[in-house]
């Protein structure tokens, strides 16, 4: 299976402040088809996960524009151009191009 | 208004059987792919099973150690998916979410294996 590495494991971060995560993925995550299947996720306490970032750098409709994700192969990075209240808890990337998919093991962004 | 609902959930004993289930409104559920997805206490997020939708092939795939334990089905008539999970170990014990395309979660339910 794909592993996902995050770093940092936990991000303490200042309101208003930038703020970046690194994932690296054990193969590259370039499909068949020319696209490259990697997806960034965020999970408030107390509720289910919400996709924020499709195909490396795609926002999902609704997504505030400070939220940007880069990278090709098997380097990508979530940066969050100024962090906000509630930007707060888990952060995952997740693979979706070799079965069976795989996230990392999140980020948790606390506020300082 | 998306909604994915989860039931079924609860306390099995090791060995045990259990059988989830997640009812869906407010998208097409017939075109989209529909995903069991885990959240197991020291591990993270894992995904289960997923239903390809009937244009895409409807097959289902599960990962390698899961396969035979745990069915996928979905009724699309009914908007419904479901999870069949049997010879339930300690380690299967986690939130388990139901998930269409990717975007839509259900807000998760408890499964705890333990004797």
């Known amino acids: 299976d794909v592993v996902m590495t995050q770093s940092p494991l936990s991000l303490p971060v200042t309101l208003g402040q930038p703020a970046s995560i690194s994932c690296r993925s054990s193969q590259s995550l370039l499909y068949s088809d020319g696209h490259t299947y990697l997806n960034w996720f965020h999970q408030r306490p107390g509720q289910s996960p919400r996709r924020l970032i499709y195909e490396v750098s795609h926002r999902v409709s609704g997504v505030p524009d400070r939220f940007s994700g880069s990278g090709s192969g098997t380097d990508f990075t979530l940066k969050i151009s100024r962090v906000e209240a509630e930007d707060v808890g888990v952060y995952y990337c997740m693979q979706g191009s070799h079965w069976p998919w795989t996230f990392g093991q999140g980020t948790r962004v606390e506020i300082k | 208004e998306v909604q994915m609902v989860e039931s079924g959930g609860g306390l099995v004993k090791p060995g045990g059987a259990l059988r989830l289930s997640c009812a869906a409104s407010?998208?097409?559920?017939?075109?989209?792919?529909v995903y069991w997805v885990r959240h197991v206490p020291g591990k993270g997020l894992e995904w289960v099973a997923r239903?390809?939708?009937?244009?895409?092939?409807?097959?289902?795939d599960y990962p390698a150690p899961l396969k035979g334990r745990f069915i996928i089905s979905r009724d699309d008539s009914k908007n419904t998916l479901y999870l069949q999970m049997t010879t339930l170990k300690t380690e299967d014990t986690g939130t388990y979410y139901c998930v269409a395309a990717l975007s839509y979660w259900g807000q998760g339910i408890l499964v705890t294996v333990s004797s």
């Open positions: 407010g998208f097409d559920f017939t075109d989209a792919w």
């Open positions: 239903f390809k939708s009937r244009a895409d092939g409807g097959t289902t």
